[in-house]
């Protein structure tokens, strides 16, 4: 997985404005404004493709929560079985839209800005599927709300987990503590519930395979079930077989 390293201008925190030189009218058209406004938040995410599939983008933390409620009186709805006694516990966080019943919940094992294994993965539950966005979009939209942006990635491929199969691709991120090699991976079972996430290296490096036997440490919760988790959790024995003896 390899990829040239594209240049993006301002880092996140930075707010990436140059300076213009003042225009002679201070009252700008109404469709003038509409315009500009329009090209801000087209910028927000940026994407090229060269090579092979080598893509950046950045998009502004604040758009992705905005609807989404924390809640704690929400039971979760997935658990996970960390690879590593002694190493911390998931950490789970119930969001919802008011109003709609939607939920975009997050399980996250480890620290983003730390050496050891990074693991979270986000469920969005709806009443009906929505349009999916591309996996860049969506890794784009989570690196966003940990601070945090894709710098480099690769063309997204398709590998059969014991889960059955995700798209995933290679990817860089960046954040306030430099670099991290990364997975980026979706479930491809989407029906009312969507699971895609970010898996980063600790001590040990991370491929399809590793990544296939991290997803298999997931379980749906009771109210997971209750949501329609089970059909995309559902486990194939043979894949993970194969797990136990790259563990081993």
């Given at each position: 997985?390899?990829?040239?390293?594209?240049g993006?201008?301002?880092?996140?925190?930075?707010?990436?404005?140059?300076?213009?030189a003042?225009?002679r009218?201070?009252?700008?058209p109404?469709?003038?404004?509409?315009?500009?406004s329009?090209c801000?938040?087209?910028?927000?995410?940026?994407v090229q493709?060269h090579?092979?599939?080598?893509v950046?983008?950045?998009?502004s933390?604040?758009?992705?929560r905005?609807?989404?409620?924390?809640?704690?009186?929400?039971?979760?709805?997935l658990?996970?079985?960390?690879?590593?006694?002694?190493?911390?516990?998931?950490r789970?966080?119930?969001?919802v839209?008011?109003?709609?019943?939607?939920?975009?919940?997050?399980?996250?094992?480890?620290?983003?800005?730390?050496?050891d294994?990074?693991?979270r993965?986000?469920v969005?539950?709806?009443?009906?599927?929505?349009?999916?966005?591309?996996?860049?979009?969506?890794l784009?939209k989570q690196s966003?709300?940990?601070g945090?942006?894709?710098?480099?990635?690769?063309s997204?491929?398709f590998?059969?987990?014991?889960r059955?199969?995700?798209?995933?691709?290679?990817?860089?991120?960046t954040?306030?503590?430099?670099?991290?090699?990364?997975?980026?991976?979706?479930?491809a079972r989407?029906?009312?519930?969507?699971l895609?996430?970010?898996?980063?290296?600790?001590?040990?490096s991370?491929?399809p395979?590793?990544?296939?036997?991290l997803?298999?440490r997931?379980?749906a919760t009771?109210a997971?079930l209750?949501?329609?988790?089970?059909?995309?959790?559902?486990?194939?024995?043979?894949?993970?077989?194969v797990?136990?003896?790259?563990?081993?």
């Open positions: 997985m390899s990829g040239e390293r594209i993006l201008g301002a880092m996140p925190g930075g707010d990436g404005v140059g300076e213009f003042p225009l009218r201070r009252r700008w109404l469709w003038l404004s509409f315009s500009l329009g801000a938040f087209a910028g927000l995410v940026l493709s090579g092979q599939g080598l950046a983008m950045r998009t933390p604040s758009f992705s905005v609807a989404f409620i924390e809640t704690d009186q929400l039971p979760p709805m658990s996970f079985s960390p690879p590593d006694a002694g190493r911390g516990q998931p789970y966080l119930a969001r839209r008011d109003g709609t019943g939607e939920r975009r919940d997050t399980l996250t094992y480890g620290e983003l800005g730390a050496d294994l990074f693991f993965v986000t969005h539950s709806v009443k009906s599927a929505p349009a999916r966005p591309s996996l860049f979009v969506e784009a966003a709300e940990l945090a942006a894709v710098v480099r990635a690769t997204p491929e590998y059969a987990t014991a059955g199969p995700v798209e995933w691709t290679g990817m860089t991120l954040g306030p503590n430099g670099e991290r090699s990364c997975l980026g991976f979706r479930f989407a029906a009312e519930v969507e895609s996430g970010l898996a980063c290296e600790g001590r040990d991370l491929d395979v590793a990544l296939g036997c997803i298999d997931l379980s009771s997971g209750e949501a329609g988790l089970g059909e995309a959790l559902r486990s194939d024995s043979g894949r993970a077989a797990c136990r003896r790259v563990a081993g």
